[in-house]
């Protein structure tokens, strides 16, 4: 059997021991830990690159989650941030970009007839919520399992699939996925499975009118992109209006990438409100919540707060206002689903050629990969796919200079700058052919062990 590949870490192991003295587990996100001689530090990033601290380069499909729409360190975002930046910071007062950073929005997405912008993902979607409670003056709300939100505590609720058993009856159970979270908030939180018609009408039917509002990811950006069927969207928003129960969109990973107008574009389906971040701006950040005019007006005194000191920061607002005007102006977002579709056939043929079951889900320009015949279309599903393949795979990937995240259910992130880097994708196919290889030594290996 060949040996893995190696990667040099000296350097950034010899920081992981130094930073996790200092911060736990020596990272700002517990998700950038993986493993105490695996965690990498990043030098630098340019297009849809980035160097590690001991000099490795890798090819980044993980692209900070999405952010990077455009690439690393874009030139013409970061002149138009450097611009920004020259305003002189936060004021606790509004400037006169935000109106037309919020013109370009409303010309891209016409549900955001109002826009108000926030910092980040989770302060956004925490504003919907709130928003939508204040409109509707209820409490509880639904959310789609296999969904992810953010780090509040409303958000925090999911099905725990991996302790259930799947031929039993029963539902799995909802847990929160953090400790610190109050259990009494559990009460407020529905789940549904996605793509279950039934289920979401027999919910609607028993807790409806109870409901302030119902969160759905319609390609879910924190589950493989497990995509919902243009029927269950459409019965959603009917269900919603026979309810008065007002339907946010989360469009923190599809938003300004699946399509000028978002996911809620190739669906038509128009949310009550929706919320937007990764990207936004490139990587700065600000986020945005948007919708109907009559609903945005409730954020006002005496209605839902909102706001921030940071809020319409002005290096992210100029950067962001760039940013849009390339995604709407240019042919970006076709070079990144194009390249999303040449990189997906690839794998396909390397998988194809050594008769391995695999799939996909998602857009091209955020697909989930999966070893499986058929992809999955709820998070319950997904444990029917051979993860732990996967999971293997990835490792060895990084090893070879290309980074996914190592669990399979995040999606693969492309960004303009693959598409325009003529060695991106031969780099990456024979990264991910020798991958694969070790990945099947790997499994036969255990298996005669
Ligand atoms: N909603 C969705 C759909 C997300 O994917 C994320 C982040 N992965 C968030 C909300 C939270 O965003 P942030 O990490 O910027 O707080």
Redesign the pocket.
């Known amino acids: 059997m060949r040996p893995p590949p190696g990667r040099d870490l000296g350097k950034s192991n010899a920081q992981f021991a130094r930073a996790s003295q200092r911060l736990p587990l020596g990272v700002s996100s517990t998700f950038r830990y993986w493993g105490d001689d695996r965690t990498i530090y990043v030098d630098h990033g340019k297009g849809g690159r980035l160097w590690d601290i001991d000099g490795n380069a890798y090819v980044d499909y993980r692209l900070g989650?999405g952010p990077a729409i455009l690439g690393y360190a874009d030139d013409r975002v970061d002149a138009a941030a450097r611009r920004g930046m020259e305003v002189g910071g936060v004021f606790a007062l509004s400037t006169e970009r935000e109106l037309a950073v919020a013109d370009r929005i409303a010309a891209m997405v016409p549900a955001a007839e109002m826009v108000r912008f926030s910092n980040?993902?989770?302060?956004a979607?925490m504003a919907a919520l709130r928003l939508a409670r204040a409109h509707t003056g209820r409490d509880s709300y639904l959310l789609v399992e296999g969904?992810?939100?953010?780090?509040f505590d409303a958000a925090m609720w999911m099905a725990n699939v991996e302790g259930w058993d799947r031929n039993s009856n029963r539902d799995p159970e909802v847990i929160s996925y953090s400790r610190g979270i109050p259990q009494e908030l559990k009460t407020l939180a529905h789940l549904v499975p996605m793509n279950d018609l039934q289920r979401l009408e027999d919910t609607f039917r028993r807790y409806g009118d109870t409901m302030a509002a119902m969160l759905i990811?319609p390609i879910q950006?924190?589950c493989c992109g497990i995509t919902a069927s243009a029927d269950y969207v459409r019965l959603a928003r009917a269900l919603c209006d026979r309810h008065g129960v007002l339907l946010i969109i989360?469009e923190?990973?599809t938003g300004f990438r699946v399509a000028k107008g978002g996911v809620q574009s190739l669906y038509g389906v128009a949310p009550d409100i929706c919320?937007f971040?990764?990207a936004v701006a490139n990587g700065y950040p600000i986020?945005v919540v948007a919708g109907r005019r009559e609903v945005m007006r409730t954020f006002r005194y005496g209605g839902a707060a909102h706001g921030g000191t940071y809020t319409a920061h002005a290096v992210s607002l100029a950067a962001a206002e760039e940013c849009l005007r390339i995604l709407d102006e240019t042919p970006a977002l076709e070079t990144i689903a194009g390249y999303g579709e040449a990189l997906k056939a690839g794998i396909s043929t390397i998988l194809g050629r050594r008769g391995i079951a695999h799939s996909y889900a998602g857009h091209p320009s955020m697909f989930g990969l999966f070893f499986a015949e058929r992809a999955p279309d709820n998070y319950r599903d997904w444990k029917t796919s051979d993860y732990s393949f996967y999971d293997r795979m990835a490792l060895f990937l990084h090893d070879l200079g290309v980074i996914c995240e190592p669990d399979s259910r995040e999606p693969w992130f492309i960004c303009e700058a693959h598409g325009t880097d003529d060695a991106c994708l031969a780099e990456t196919l024979a990264a991910v052919e020798t991958a694969v290889d070790l990945t099947l030594e790997h499994f036969e290996a255990e298996k005669r062990a």
């Open positions: 989650y980040s993902g989770t302060e979607v969904g992810y939100h953010g780090l990811e950006g924190n989360d923190v990973k919320t971040a990764k986020a």
